[in-house]
């Protein structure tokens, strides 16, 4: 199978620090990454919105987005960026499995919070009330408990029978605001640790099913950690009116220093 070549992939890595250590140099590294067939699939979260340098299509697929970071600087024998701005799960099995296929090594996802009404709740939040943005959030909630694990299984399953060999990381989503932070108008404290809670509930769910279809889960809720909206260093657009689009999405520092770390440490 050619997840071999991902173990061989790793295997050079170690073989390379031993020989500098020991100072057998070689002239030339054999790549192995080079042998990878990667797949990016996903929603705006993986396409890159909100990290400019896009690629002209609708689905806004930037050179910044941490799929085309991680092959720009691994050279995979092929990449196919699939992932588009506001797909759902049924984006996702209709219009973005095409190029996988029993020869695919490496798939990244990340999916189910345009299905879980993401952009809705935040509008919602922005423009009425704290009760009616409660409100909102727990419907989203609802959505998450009763409706998507079942979305998300068709779209793991139909991933793993295109792609029987490949190694699948599924990239969760960020808290979207660092609490008693430098904010002074906009959302209560408490609208705003409700929309991270929501947050929370959302990558619990997703890095159940990930985990009972055998994938890896990617939890950047880490990386994100001091780099949310209202922190000092933000990672993440905040509203925008004049590009609506790429609001609550992370900048190019939020893809290169939140999202490729822990894509990385996943493989």
């Given at each position: 199978?050619?997840?071999?070549r991902l173990v061989a992939f790793s295997s050079s890595l170690l073989l390379g620090a031993a020989l500098a250590l020991t100072g057998a140099g070689v002239a030339n590294a054999d790549s192995s990454a080079a042998a990878v067939d990667y797949v990016a699939l996903g929603d705006s979260y993986s396409s890159g919105v909100g990290a400019g340098s896009y690629d002209g299509s609708s689905c806004k697929r930037s050179s910044r987005a941490y799929p085309a970071l991680w092959a720009a600087a691994n050279s995979p024998s092929s990449f196919d960026f699939a992932a588009c701005s506001g797909a759902r799960t049924n984006d996702v099995t209709g219009s973005q499995l095409g190029k996988l296929n029993a020869s695919t090594d490496l798939v990244s996802i990340s999916i189910g919070g345009n299905d879980a009404g993401f952009a809705d709740v935040m509008t919602t939040c922005v423009l009425q009330s704290e009760a009616t943005c409660l409100n909102r959030i727990a419907t989203a909630r609802a959505y998450v408990d009763s409706t998507l694990p079942g979305r998300l299984d068709s779209v793991?399953?139909?991933?793993r029978s295109k792609a029987p060999s490949?190694?699948?990381?599924?990239?969760?989503?960020?808290r979207f605001y660092q609490l008693g932070g430098s904010c002074i108008a906009g959302l209560s404290e408490k609208e705003r640790a409700a929309i991270n809670g929501a947050s929370d509930h959302l990558n619990t769910a997703t890095a159940k099913r990930a985990a009972?279809?055998?994938f890896t889960f990617g939890d950047v809720r880490t990386t994100f950690t001091g780099h949310e909206i209202c922190s000092s260093n933000s990672w993440l657009h905040s509203v925008n009116w004049l590009n609506i689009g790429e609001s609550y999405h992370p900048t190019a520092a939020g893809q290169s220093g939140g999202y490729l770390p822990v894509f990385k440490s996943a493989l």
């Open positions: 199978m050619k997840m071999s793991y399953s139909a991933i490949a190694q699948v990381v599924v990239l969760g989503y960020p009972d279809h055998g």
